[in-house]
């Protein structure tokens, strides 16, 4: 069983027994959405970020403030130059340095399974889809629903002039539909598959392998963004700067922010030695926890997971050589060894400390499963040659702490909007026949 | 084995007061105030006999000294003995160290035994049947196969339920037998004891989703029901199972006691674990489960990791005063429990009770942050 949640621009909640009609919908509605100037629908997607920031009942729900920031448009036009190298291929035929006129059409219906550990993962990638003119097709947690379309329904208000002509939100919302259904159903997920031009899966390593897994058409293109893991590493010149504790603040809200559920989570934190004792600086990382805001610290999570940390915990503290410093509650809690290694995710703001003799000592940790290694190194010649090392190895993204979620495209190493669009040629007429 | 062994006295009160004295007789503040100092010594010497446990208190700064409430005594989590020595007195007086298969991981629970500690749980057992048993010995039906108390086997929930509560049996009967790992009736001691002993005084045991998916079903195939003068069943274990057939308690008791033509208040539900054998919780007439006065039972929020108001549910704590061999004092479990009241149970038994609820769900990675491994 299917269920729709919003299809023709229309929100309403409707079952299937397939996508056929869905897939229909969004075909016919992403005919006239294609054909809207991708300014335009720049301009749209800018004002729908203002919007947002303006209706009190979506401005407090979590990571709302922070997708009105992501729509600006400079944001949006940077991303856009970033994937196509020049807006105007999404349009037209357009020249270049070769002898053919090149452009980027896009691929038709994307189907989009998103994951459940980001309220506002869905909006992302719609807004992706919607930056290289696909339709969509979106199958997302139903917890989420409710949030994904409170965002999309002040779309139809919003109307742009561009070029002398009114663009509506209107005709962006015709092209997109979202549904959920059961994943474990094969048949289900077997058509959802085969609806699609473009496949976007995110998710963990079951469900990526299952979904890549499923039947699709030849010319399908799938992208996936699967399971990751992400640490930070700060060398002696860091720990030692003025603004060390401010960083730590930082760093703590890239733990906190999304409960340590996303791939861009911190879940190991390497400490090159320095004048300061390894349970100074610990100090330091347990006033900054204290410091977030109550919303970030006190995240309810399931009682398994409760047990999965009381148990860490306690093993830490029955251990020789280890230790575990934490509040009395599951607010937060840091775990302490001297093994050079990276640990399983425990998620739920448990943080893995290491002291280490020098940075250098963790690229040998770095495969591809790394995408974010949060670095607080200064000096600019030894970060970048610490940054080439660990890309090579595999890592994905090199940022500073308080950034290891921005949602900064290339993302995984993928540069999405690129893959989202056909890159489509017409040969100039030989000069003879002009 | 002889119960003689020198009586170890800690303040005020001794243990052995509290393993003679009726088990449900004493207020909850009466009883905290009991146990406190008990548990104060033991701790101290949990401290100067495992060093890993005097790290565990030194690491967190607790100073035994100034522990006044019972939830201020440091648990330890229950999965801790799959992967620690929780002894707590000098080696040489470990006499038997019990493995518990247990339900989850494949690890074994290792629970270290002094000869006090196995005497304690003996005498404390025999203190909480004896509420809903009586003094005299029974017939003993076990609702298994006869292997399940085989010394090869692991120690599993089912072997500790039946161990343990054979301590009343004047006779013992294996009403299920086992060939090539399934399990069905034992016709012939079915036989004997429909013929035999039905106006003889009769208590149970089983593992309830066993009693309701083997026994019951192929009881009602056969056709057969028992009809006991005087019988008392007690059963534990597999309630995931039993929620996932939607099967309830009630349900449960209703159709269960019909077998055994008893009334449904003698199908007793109880809650335990290998990790403290000796105190089973067993469900009183009014379905609530009781505390001993050598017990006690903290539900602990799953965030806060506070003591719960009373109808909220938590993780249930349970602390002993057992064991001189291992660290029972204080063992948080991985199920949730609501307290239901104190000392003011319709039942009349004093103390704190509570009911259980579910086993925690085992937590799986969620979202896109995985292992850092890459798969092959």
Not at chain 1, 295 to 309: E, F, H, P
Request: glycine letters at 6%.
């Amino acid at each position: 069983m299917i269920t729709c949640y919003l299809k023709e621009g229309k929100f309403e909640e409707q079952s299937y027994q397939d996508f056929e009609e869905i897939a229909r919908s969004v075909n016919t509605g992403r005919e006239a959405f294609a054909a809207m100037p991708l300014d335009a629908i720049i301009q749209i997607l800018d004002t729908l970020g203002k919007n947002v920031l303006k209706n009190p009942e979506i401005n407090t729900l979590p990571g709302v403030s922070y997708i009105s920031l992501w729509l600006r448009r400079e944001n949006l036009d940077r991303i856009c130059k970033v994937n196509y190298s020049d807006k105007r291929y999404l349009d037209g035929f357009c020249k270049n340095e070769t002898n053919v006129l090149m452009m980027a059409q896009p691929r038709g219906i994307v189907c989009h399974w998103i994951a459940a550990n980001m309220p506002t993962l869905g909006f992302f990638s719609i807004v992706q889809a919607v930056l290289s003119k696909n339709g969509s097709m979106v199958k997302m947690p139903k917890e989420y629903v409710p949030l994904v379309l409170s965002i999309l329904r002040e779309l139809p208000a919003i109307s742009v002039e561009y070029e002398d002509k009114t663009y509506s939100g209107k005709t962006v919302l015709a092209a997109i539909a979202v549904v959920t259904f059961e994943g474990r159903s094969t048949e289900v997920s077997e058509k959802f598959s085969l609806a699609a031009d473009c496949r976007v899966i995110f998710g963990g390593s079951e469900a990526v392998r299952a979904i890549s897994h499923l039947p699709c058409r030849d010319h399908c293109e799938t992208i996936i963004f699967g399971p990751k893991y992400s640490f930070a590493v700060f060398d002696q010149g860091y720990i030692e700067s003025d603004g060390f504790k401010k960083a730590l603040d930082a760093f703590v809200k890239d733990v906190a922010v999304f409960n340590q559920m996303a791939c861009s989570s911190p879940h190991v934190l390497f400490l090159e030695k320095s004048r300061y004792p390894h349970e100074t600086v610990t100090s330091w990382l347990c006033d900054a926890f204290e410091r977030l805001p109550a919303a970030l610290r006190n995240q309810q999570i399931s009682s398994g997971l409760s047990a999965n940390i009381i148990n860490a915990r306690a093993r830490y503290l029955l251990s020789e050589g280890k230790n575990c410093v934490a509040p009395r509650d599951l607010g937060w809690t840091i775990l302490i060894d001297q093994d050079i290694n990276l640990e399983e995710p425990l998620q739920g703001k448990c943080i893995f400390t290491k002291e280490i003799g020098t940075v250098d000592d963790v690229i040998p940790l770095v495969n591809h499963k790394i995408q974010a290694v949060s670095i607080g190194i200064l000096d600019p010649a030894k970060r970048e040659a610490f940054a080439r090392q660990v890309t090579s190895k595999g890592a994905d993204r090199i940022v500073v702490p308080g950034t290891m979620h921005d949602f900064i495209l290339p993302w995984d190493g993928i540069m999405t909007l690129n893959r989202l669009v056909r890159w489509v040629i017409l040969k100039n007429n030989p000069a003879s026949q002009v | 084995m002889p119960e003689t062994e020198p009586v170890r006295t800690y303040g005020a009160t001794t243990r052995e007061k509290l393993l003679t004295q009726a088990p449900y007789a004493s207020e909850d503040r009466q009883k905290e105030e009991e146990l406190l100092p008990i548990i104060r010594e033991q701790l101290k010497t949990a401290r100067r006999n495992n060093r890993q446990i005097d790290d565990f208190f030194t690491k967190q700064g607790i100073d035994i000294e100034t522990i006044q409430k019972p939830e201020d005594v440091p648990y330890i989590p229950v999965q801790m003995f799959k992967h620690f020595d929780l002894r707590t007195c000098p080696e040489q007086e470990i006499v038997k160290v019990l493995q518990s298969s247990g339900t989850t991981g494949g690890i074994p629970s290792r629970i270290p035994l002094d000869k006090a500690t196995t005497i304690n749980q003996i005498k404390a057992l025999k203190s909480i049947l004896s509420e809903y048993l009586g003094k005299n010995r029974k017939i003993f039906l076990v609702i298994d196969h006869e292997g399940i108390n085989s010394p090869k086997l692991a120690f599993s929930a089912r072997t500790a339920g039946v161990r343990g509560l054979s301590i009343y049996a004047k006779k013992t009967f294996y009403l299920l037998k086992e060939e090539e790992g399934k399990l069905s009736l034992n016709m012939p001691v079915i036989r004997d004891i429909v013929e035999n002993y039905s106006h003889e005084d009769v208590y149970a045991f089983g593992f309830t989703y066993i009693i309701w998916t083997v026994f019951y079903e192929q009881l009602k195939k056969e056709g057969i029901q028992f009809t006991f003068d005087n019988f008392t069943l007690f059963h534990g274990g597999g309630w995931k199972k039993m929620q996932d057939l939607a099967v309830s308690k009630e349900t449960f008791s209703d159709t269960i006691a019909e077998v055994f033509g008893t009334r449904p208040d003698r199908i007793l539900d109880f809650y335990g674990m290998a990790e403290q054998t000796g105190i089973i919780f067993v469900d009183c007439e009014h379905g609530n489960k009781h505390v001993p006065c050598f017990s006690q039972v903290i539900i602990r929020d799953p965030f806060t990791l506070d003591p719960c108001d009373i109808g909220k549910t938590g993780l249930i704590e349970v602390m002993s005063v057992l064991a001189d061999s291992y660290y029972d004092q204080a063992v948080l479990t991985e199920d949730l429990g609501v307290q239901i009241g104190v000392d003011d149970c319709p039942c009349g038994r004093k103390g704190r009770y509570f009911r259980f609820v579910a086993r925690v769900e085992k937590a799986e990675l969620r979202g896109c942050g995985d292992t850092f491994r890459e798969s092959r």
